[in-house]
């Protein structure tokens, strides 16, 4: 298991985009799947600095991350008030496609295997989001 703390600065992304590639090796993921968990992770921090954090350099981002054979777990935490998360605009609408912003969630969603918020306006917002081995376990049916 690894956990740190990060500044909420976008300085942070590259640093995390390192992380987690090691971490999904650790993990034994492959290298479209550690692709795919860092993108994840990344958008997750994104949001986490710019909307959880407000930028404010006085918060930070906590970044934890446990892996296992053929599985990773990532949890990061930001000190906002939270969001209603039925207000998340599908970036696949029309009326939302050519938006600027706003594809974090979606990003999130379509490349991990899970994806869960927790929102607390005392704890700010956690993503935990999990990916397992994206290989086909011989006489399996793509589960681990």
């Known amino acids: 298991m690894e956990e740190m ?4 600065e976008f300085a942070t992304l590259e640093r995390v985009d390192e992380i987690m590639l090691r971490c999904s090796h650790l993990a034994g ?6 692709n795919e968990v860092a993108m994840a992770v990344i958008e ?7 909307h959880g954090n407000r930028l404010d350099k006085d918060k930070q981002v906590k970044l934890s991350c446990r892996w296992g054979p053929g599985e990773i777990t990532i ?6 008030e939270g969001f209603d998360l039925s207000c998340a605009h599908d970036p696949t609408d029309a009326e ?8 974090g969630i979606f990003i ?3 490349t991990m295997d899970e994806v ?11 993503v935990k989001m999990t990916k397992c081995h994206s290989g086909t376990p011989e006489g399996g049916d793509g589960g681990i």
């Open 5 to 8: 703390v990060l500044p909420s």
């Open 29 to 34: 993921l492959d290298e479209q799947t550690s």
């Open 108 to 110: 999130m969603r379509a």
């Open 44 to 50: 997750a921090v994104t949001n986490a600095v710019i």
């Open 116 to 126: 869960e918020f927790e929102m607390s306006r005392d704890k700010g917002t956690t």
């Open 96 to 103: 939302h496609c050519m938006d600027c912003s706003g594809r």
């Open 75 to 80: 949890s990061v935490q930001d000190e906002g």
